[in-house]
C-alpha cells in the first residue's frame, strides 16, 4: 500500500486525513480526487498543496471512465472513499443527490477496486445507519433501520461493499464513525455553526427541545481509526468509531457560548428535524481490539475547535458569504422559532 486514492478528500473529514497520512507515513503518495461541490473546499488543502507526494483530480465517484483513468494514472493500490453528500438537512431537502453519489458512486469505485485489483477499498460509512437508539450501544452485528435519505444511501452504499468481499472477494472494509467536529468542517452542521453564529452575535438553531444525543469525536481520531482499520481490519469486516463522549445537544451548546463568552439568550428553539433521530451510541469493542482509542477529550477538542474557527475567520467567512448564505436562508426562514431562551 503506497499509492492512495483518497475520494472526498477536499471536504472535512478527508482533507484532515490526507494531511495526517502525508505526515505519518513519508513514503506514502496521496491522490485527492473529488467533484468539488458546496462541501469541497481547496482551501482545505492550501498547506499540503505543495507537497512532492500529493496529486489532486477533479472528478466525480460516479464517473467510471474518470475513476479507471485516475486509478491507471497514478498506480493506484488503495482507496479510501470519503465523498458523499453528507448532509441530513440537506437529504430531506433533495434526495436525489445522495443515492447518486453515496450509492452509485459507492459502486463504480467498487468496480475499480475489482477491475484493478486494489489491495484495499474502505468505505466510511456513519454510525447513522443504525438508526435512533434509545438505549444501548449499537454493535457491528446489529440491524440497520437508517431513517433519513442520507443514513439510508449510507447503509446501500456499505451494503454494497460487503457484498463485493462476499461475491468477489474485493478486498472491502467498512467504518461507522460517529459525530465529528474539527477544522474545516462545513459551516452548515451543528458545532461549527454554532460556534460561527455566536462569533458573530447571531442566534443558533436548536432543534426541537435540544435533548437529542450524538457521540462526539475529534476528527484526528476519526481519521486514526480509519488508518488503523485500513492497516491492520480484516478484509470483509466492520468496524465502529466512536468518540465516547454522548452529550446532548444543548448541554454542547452550553459549552460552545461558554467558550466564547456569549450568552445563553443566543439559543433559539426552532422547528425541530422531520423524523430525528433522537440518540446515537456505538459500541467500540472491536476497532479497540486492533489497538485504537480516542486519544482527545471532549473538553479539549471542544475547547481547540472554538479557538480554531476564532482564529481562522478567513476560512469561514468566505463559505458562509456564498452559497451558503442562500442555504441558510432556505432551510432556516422556514424553521419558525417557537421560544427563545431565557
Ligand atoms: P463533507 O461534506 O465535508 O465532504 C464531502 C466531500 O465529498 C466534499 O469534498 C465533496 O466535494 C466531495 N464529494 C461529494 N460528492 C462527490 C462525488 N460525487 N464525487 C467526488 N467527490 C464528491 O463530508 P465529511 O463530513 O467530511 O464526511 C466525509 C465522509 O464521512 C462521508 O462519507 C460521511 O458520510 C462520513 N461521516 C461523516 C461524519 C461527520 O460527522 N461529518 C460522521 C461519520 C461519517
Ligand atoms: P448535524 O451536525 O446536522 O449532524 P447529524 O444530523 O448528522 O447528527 O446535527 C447534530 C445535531 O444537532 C442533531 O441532533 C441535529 C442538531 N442540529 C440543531 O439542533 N440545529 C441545527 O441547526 C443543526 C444543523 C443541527
Given at each position: 500500500m503506497q499509492n492512495i486514492m483518497v475520494t472526498g478528500g477536499a471536504g472535512f473529514i478527508g482533507s484532515n486525513f490526507a494531511r495526517m497520512m502525508l505526515e505519518?507515513?513519508?513514503?506514502?503518495?496521496?491522490?485527492?480526487?473529488?467533484?468539488?461541490?458546496y462541501a469541497g473546499n481547496p482551501d482545505n488543502l492550501l498547506d499540503i498543496q505543495d507537497n512532492p507526494r500529493f496529486s489532486f483530480v477533479k472528478g466525480d465517484i460516479a464517473d467510471q471512465a474518470r475513476v479507471d483513468e485516475t486509478v491507471k494514472a497514478y498506480?493506484?493500490?488503495?482507496?479510501v472513499n470519503f465523498a458523499a453528500e453528507s448532509h441530513v438537512d440537506r437529504s430531506i431537502d433533495e434526495p436525489g443527490g445522495f443515492i447518486q453519489t453515496d450509492v452509485y458512486g459507492v459502486y463504480?469505485?467498487?468496480?475499480?477496486?475489482?477491475?484493478?485489483?486494489?489491495?484495499?477499498?474502505?468505505?466510511?460509512?456513519?454510525?447513522e445507519v443504525y438508526g435512533a437508539v434509545l438505549e444501548g450501544s449499537s454493535k457491528e452485528t446489529d440491524l440497520l433501520e437508517p431513517r433519513s435519505p442520507y443514513s439510508a444511501s449510507k447503509a446501500g452504499g456499505e451494503l454494497l461493499a460487503q457484498a463485493y468481499y462476499v461475491t468477489y472477494g474485493t478486498p472491502t472494509l467498512v467504518t461507522r464513525g460517529s459525530n465529528t467536529y474539527?477544522?474545516?468542517?462545513?459551516p452548515e452542521k451543528m458545532l461549527p455553526l454554532f460556534i460561527t453564529n455566536a462569533i458573530e452575535d447571531k442566534p443558533?438553531?436548536?432543534?426541537?427541545?435540544?435533548k437529542y444525543v450524538r457521540d462526539w469525536m475529534h476528527v484526528l481520531d476519526h481519521c486514526s481509526g480509519i488508518d488503523l482499520v485500513l492497516q491492520k481490519g480484516e478484509p470483509g469486516q466492520i468496524y465502529n468509531v466512536g468518540g465516547?463522549?454522548?452529550?446532548?445537544?444543548?448541554?454542547?451548546?452550553?459549552?460552545?457560548?461558554e467558550l466564547l463568552g456569549k450568552p445563553r439568550t443566543l439559543i433559539n428553539y426552532v422547528q425541530d428535524r422531520p423524523g430525528h433521530d433522537r440518540r446515537y451510541s456505538v459500541d467500540t469493542a472491536r476497532i479497540r481490539a486492533l489497538g485504537w482509542l480516542p486519544q482527545k477529550s471532549f473538553e479539549d477538542?471542544?475547547?481547540?475547535?472554538?479557538q480554531w474557527y476564532t482564529g481562522n475567520r478567513w476560512w469561514w467567512e468566505k463559505i458562509k458569504s456564498g452559497e451558503f448564505a442562500d442555504y441558510y436562508a432556505r432551510m432556516y426562514e422556514q424553521r419558525k422559532v417557537l421560544a427563545k431562551h431565557e
Open positions: 505519518k507515513y513519508p513514503d506514502y503518495r496521496i491522490l485527492v480526487y473529488d467533484k468539488m461541490t498506480g493506484i493500490d488503495t482507496i463504480v469505485l467498487l468496480e475499480a477496486a475489482r477491475k484493478f485489483g486494489l489491495e484495499r477499498m474502505l468505505q466510511v460509512s456513519t454510525d474539527g477544522p474545516y468542517q462545513y443558533v438553531p436548536m432543534y426541537g427541545d435540544g465516547g463522549n454522548e452529550r446532548e445537544n444543548i448541554d454542547v451548546t452550553y459549552q460552545v457560548l477538542g471542544l475547547a481547540e475547535t472554538v
